[in-house]
């Protein structure tokens, strides 16, 4: 397995030279990311999207006075089934 170190630097040489900082940071965000994401998955710290939108929804407390309630449970829906 390779070292966070080296999977960096494979990320960095994979992108244009052209690359902006900006660009730079989002891809190892995202590379972090996924890595973090595999690890939780080995270590069975994942859930189902069903149990995620139940705690959603048991949490939801409609901050947002102009988006009701199940219409924005039903927005992270459509998200999630994407």
Known sequence: M???KQVCIEVI??????????EIMSELNLT????????DEEKNKTITTADLLKRI??????????????????????????
């Open 57 to 82: 929804e048991s949490h939801e407390t409609g901050i947002s006075a102009n988006i009701p309630q199940k219409k924005s449970l039903k927005t992270i829906q459509r998200k999630v089934n994407r």
């Open 32 to 39: 972090a990311q996924v890595l973090e994401g595999l690890s």
């Open 13 to 22: 040489t994979n992108l244009p030279d052209s690359s902006s900082l900006e």
């Open 2 to 4: 390779q070292s966070l």
